[in-house]
């Protein structure tokens, strides 16, 4: 009799053990909010390409398969085309952004370069705008992420001008050096757009911009970065 018994209670535990073990595999976790914050230019408005196309929804797009049924993950975007250094600063300024993002992007300068505006002005603007995009990922610099401009010297309207190539690389050579000196992820895309004469399907309708091809691209080197930076 005492044997049966026995073998009841450790029956009994082994069903309340496996039925805790159930519930909690059964528990949903909890929602997260994620907050992205892309700024920009063209290049992150994705002028010429669908909504859908531009390399932040792209990203966003890519993250989804690591995050929870329960997630939301939301965009905000502060960018247009033409925008320089200058113009995205007054931008952000009126606003009125929070710093609770967990997540921002800055693709920012060929105008610059386009509008021949003078180099020392993003020597001075571009820290300016990293500092601004670490206080809107909360003071964080490990939730900034830099992208290198892209060089539309390869292009049909850039026509291979070196002239063109040499500036654009004069940029993203200062805010490599920046980033790397104050310990912030820079993800170098450059390269990809480079082949933009030899594989025109890296290039948009308009002959300029990226194509919608060349942003999957961008988000495939951005992507890992992003992962680490939202602990996915």
């Known amino acids: 009799m005492k044997f049966f018994f026995k073998i009841l209670v450790v029956f009994g535990l082994a069903l309340g053990v496996q039925s805790c073990s159930e519930d909690k595999e059964t528990t949903p976790p909890a929602p997260r909010l994620f907050k992205y914050l892309?700024?920009?230019?063209s290049y992150t408005y994705g002028q010429s390409v669908c909504t859908d196309c531009r390399f932040p929804e792209q990203l966003k797009d890519s993250l989804a398969p690591y995050l929870n049924e329960t997630d939301t993950f939301a965009i905000t975007l502060i960018a247009q085309t033409g925008w320089t250094t200058t113009n995205l600063k007054t931008a952000i300024a009126n606003e009125n952004l929070p710093?609770?993002?967990?997540?921002?992007?800055?693709?920012?300068g060929v105008n610059n370069q386009y509008q021949n505006k003078p180099f020392s002005l993003y020597e001075q603007e571009f820290p300016e705008l990293v500092n601004t995009a670490i206080a809107k990922a909360g003071g964080d610099k490990k939730n900034l992420i830099v992208v290198s401009i892209p060089d539309y010297a390869y292009t049909p309207f850039g026509q291979g001008s070196t002239t063109i190539s040499n500036g654009v690389q004069q940029y993203n050579t200062f805010a490599q050096a920046y980033c790397e000196s104050n310990g912030i992820s820079f993800v170098y895309i450059?390269?990809?757009?480079?082949?933009g004469l030899l594989d025109p399907e890296l290039v948009a309708t308009d002959g300029l911009h990226p194509s919608t091809m060349a942003y999957t691209q961008f988000v495939e080197r951005i992507l890992p970065v992003a992962k680490m930076t939202l602990g996915l």
């Not at 450059?190 to 082949?195: A, G, V």
């Open 38 to 41: 892309a700024l920009g230019d």
């Open 99 to 108: 710093n609770d993002y967990n997540l921002v992007t800055l693709l920012i």
């Open 190 to 195: 450059t390269d990809i757009t480079q082949m």
